[in-house]
Structures are given as C-alpha cells and as structure tokens.
C-alpha cells in the first residue's frame, strides 16, 4: 500500500494495527480500525487531485472535515475510479440499503455479530483497489 502514495505514515501505522486484528480474527476491532482509515485514504485521493474536503460550519466561523457521504459524491472521485467500483464503494460503505458500514461504525449502530470476516474480507478488497490509484492522478484500473 505505501507504494500507492495514498497513505501517509500515521496511516499505515493504524492500517497495520487493523490488519494484525484481521488476522488474528478479531473482525471486530478489524473493521473498527481499517473503516474509517479507508474514509481518510479516499479523502486523500480527493485532495491530492485539487479538491477541498472540509465544509463551513453551519452558523459558526471555521471548517468542518466533510463527511464520508458528501465528498464521495464529488466529481473528481467519480471520475478517478471506473462507475462499477464507484458504486462498490458506495454500497459497502455509505449506501443505506446496502452494507453502510462506515456510518454504521461511525455512528455506533453495528453489532458484534454484524462485523464478520466476510465484512472484514470486503474492506481489505477496497483496499488492494485503492493500491491501483497513483498520486499523479493515473491510475491502473482504467
């Protein structure tokens, strides 16, 4: 994954971390860990393309981070990846009627018997397509 430019050190410290966990077959904490660094390396893609990822707040002076669901809809990240995988994300991470892991995790409402090396197997499968992307803005998937 380094080769990729995608993650940065921090990163791959936490990625590593939830790999050690898949591993050992704690799916739990797999998930809970590897979940949202993927929401963070798909940001970075997003960024390294020119985008902004952060949002005013509402009614307050600063920036709020954008949420996983907002700027994965953007323009540049739909281009950057083929429709079909596009849509993969989407139904695994962030699509209500699909898996939506990551506001699922993020916001509590999974359960233990939910997070299933099946779960965990999906999220590394994101992952090995994330090595594809380049940071030139070319990628291996066209």
Not at 39 to 56: A, M, N, T
Not at 79 to 100: C, F, L
């Amino acid at each position: 994954m380094a080769a990729s430019d995608l993650f940065d050190a921090d990163n791959l410290t936490i990625i590593q971390v939830g790999l050690e966990r898949f591993f050992v077959g704690d799916y739990v904490s797999a998930l809970h860990i590897l979940v949202p660094q993927y929401e963070d390396s798909l940001r970075s893609i997003v960024e390294q393309g020119g985008q902004g990822v952060v949002s005013p707040r509402r009614g307050e002076a600063g920036w709020n981070v954008q949420a996983f669901g907002e700027f994965f809809k953007s323009e540049l990240l739909k281009s950057s990846m083929p429709k079909d995988m596009w849509h993969y994300i989407r139904i695994v991470m962030v699509e209500q009627t699909g898996w939506n892991l990551r506001n699922r995790i993020a916001h509590g409402l999974i359960s233990p018997q939910d997070c299933t090396e099946t779960e965990a197997v999906t999220v590394l499968h994101l992952y090995l397509l994330l090595t594809l992307f380049r940071n030139e803005g070319q990628n291996d998937i066209d």
